[in-house]
């Protein structure tokens, strides 16, 4: 079937240190969303992305997907606390199925 | 807006009980996503409707497993009979539209004993 796969699985940071999540689907995808879930929380909608190769910045963070549509990033500049949390892509195969990858967790440490 | 909302936030129940799970979708919203939260499995899609009508269930574990939606503002999930390995948090989320941002509600922490 379908999967949606991320490493690393697990990510511990200095804080100010910079850090990204990668995204892999075993199929092309129609458009793919980022969330975050804090400790505890439920996952937050972060971004869409939807063309080839296109590249979109929130503040420190920045999100690219990749020009055959099967690969995504998340990259956080000098990390926070606040950036706590994982970090899940949910790619769109075509259909309004969002298949979640397996997640990243990030740690940053003080 | 409230939000999604979901009830119980959390529940405990014993094996073989009947649990409901329900969900309040954000008003306007026509799609409507019940997720599995495991450690083991991650985050899991069971089913989904779109204007009150299930569309796909293929992640529905089994036959355990049931979901209705009777009104634009309303779903529910149900097990029964409860197994242990149905422990998990499960999410209720709503869109707009199937490929816009999904909001997810709080989540219900459901552990069977």
């Known amino acids: 079937g379908q999967q949606v796969m991320q490493i690393p699985q697990y990510q511990h940071v200095q804080e100010g240190e910079d850090f990204t999540t990668y995204c892999n689907s075993s199929?092309?995808?129609?458009?793919i969303q980022w969330y975050k879930q804090r400790p505890g929380g439920h996952p937050v909608f972060l971004i869409q992305?939807?063309?080839?190769?296109e590249v979109k910045k929130q503040k420190r963070l920045t999100f690219q997907f990749g020009e055959a549509k099967k690969n995504s990033s998340l990259h956080i500049t000098a990390t926070q606390t606040t950036d706590v949390g994982t970090y899940f892509c949910?790619?769109?195969?075509?259909?309004?199925?969002?298949?979640f990858g397996t997640g990243t967790r990030l740690k940053v440490l003080a | 807006d409230a939000g999604v909302i979901q009830s119980p936030r959390h529940e405990v129940t014993e094996m073989g009980q009947e649990v409901t799970l329900r969900c309040k979708p954000i008003?306007?919203?026509?799609?409507l996503f019940w997720y599995r939260q495991t450690m083991m499995r991650g985050l899991e899609l069971l089913i989904y409707?779109?204007?009150?009508?299930?569309?796909?269930d293929s992640g529905m574990p089994e036959d355990r497993f049931s979901a209705k939606m009777p009104n634009a503002s309303f779903s529910t999930l149900k097990i029964q009979p409860s197994e242990p390995r149905d422990s998990a948090v499960y999410f209720c989320?709503?869109?707009?539209?199937?490929?816009?941002?999904?909001?997810f509600g709080p989540g219900t922490r459901l552990l069977v004993l």
């Open positions: 949910a790619g769109n195969p075509g259909t309004y199925k969002y298949i």
């Open positions: 409707f779109n204007n009150n009508v299930p569309i796909d």
């Open positions: 008003s306007g919203h026509d799609y």
């Open positions: 992305l939807v063309k080839s190769g």
């Open positions: 989320a709503s869109s707009a539209s199937g490929r816009e941002t999904q909001y």
């Open positions: 199929t092309t995808l129609s458009n």
